[in-house]
């Protein structure tokens, strides 16, 4: 119940094009859920997060949706550039603990 | 306006030594969580602690792993006897205050037993 579940494992995008990538989960007490970039050798850096009041945040080319009542919600990227070519982790937390449930990741590959 | 720092940044020991990670939060920081990741994976909680308090250790092993944030200095994750599988990338995150949920990472310490 507290996992967090992401897929794509990979993602392939042609620049320009869009970049989807999902998760859910099954703890209706998360109510905190972040998106992590993660560039190899690096430590994760916050990209954007929403909570579960709103259905879609914004920020640049970065997207969430949030579906309450599937408990799923995506990433988009618009207008995919190579350096967005780097690792995406979902997370969730319940503002209790403070402590984040992350997905297993997922790499992704922008060619021009 | 330094970022979170860890360190040393690659660490090998041998099995049955013992491993020190060290983490430094952002300035004005107090609240420190640990996180593992093994090779392919995501990450996955060990503690969180407050200055001088381990708030939560639910995700740390039962043995040979502690972890301490002294009221001076950095914060210690400390693992004893190593084995192979305790080969990871350790990240530490620090936020300003409970309840805020930012999390800033450092650049994590990549340990590899032989």
């Known amino acids: 119940q507290q996992q967090v579940k992401q897929s794509p494992q990979s993602l392939i995008v042609q620049k320009g094009g869009i970049s989807i990538i999902n998760c859910a989960y099954e703890?209706?007490?998360?109510?905190?859920f972040p998106w992590y970039q993660q560039f190899p050798g690096k430590g994760p850096a916050l990209l954007i997060a929403?909570?579960?009041?709103?259905s879609e945040k914004k920020e640049g080319r970065f997207t969430i949706s949030f579906n309450k009542s599937a408990k799923q919600f995506s990433l988009h990227i618009m207008d995919s550039q190579p350096g967005d070519s780097a690792t995406y982790f979902c997370?969730?937390?319940?503002?209790?603990?403070?402590?984040?449930?992350f997905g297993t990741g997922t790499r992704l590959q922008v060619f021009p | 306006n330094a970022g979170v720092m860890q360190n040393p940044r690659h660490l090998v020991r041998r099995r049955g030594q013992e491993a020190r990670l060290r983490c430094s939060p952002m300035k004005g920081h107090s609240h420190v969580y640990w996180y593992r990741q093994l090779p392919e994976e995501g990450l996955k909680f060990m503690v969180y602690l407050q200055k001088e308090n381990i708030i939560d250790e639910s995700g740390m092993p039962k043995e040979r792993f502690s972890a301490e944030f002294p009221k001076e200095g950095p914060s210690i994750l400390r693992i004893q006897q190593v084995v192979r599988g305790d080969s990871a990338a350790y990240f530490c995150?620090?936020?300003?205050?409970?309840?805020?949920?930012?999390?800033?990472f450092g650049p994590g310490t990549r340990l590899l037993v032989l």
């Open positions: 929403i909570r579960p009041d709103v």
């Open positions: 995150a620090s936020s300003p205050w409970e309840g805020l949920e930012t999390q800033y």
């Open positions: 997370a969730a937390s319940m503002d209790n603990t403070d402590k984040l449930i």
């Open positions: 703890n209706t007490a998360f109510d905190y």
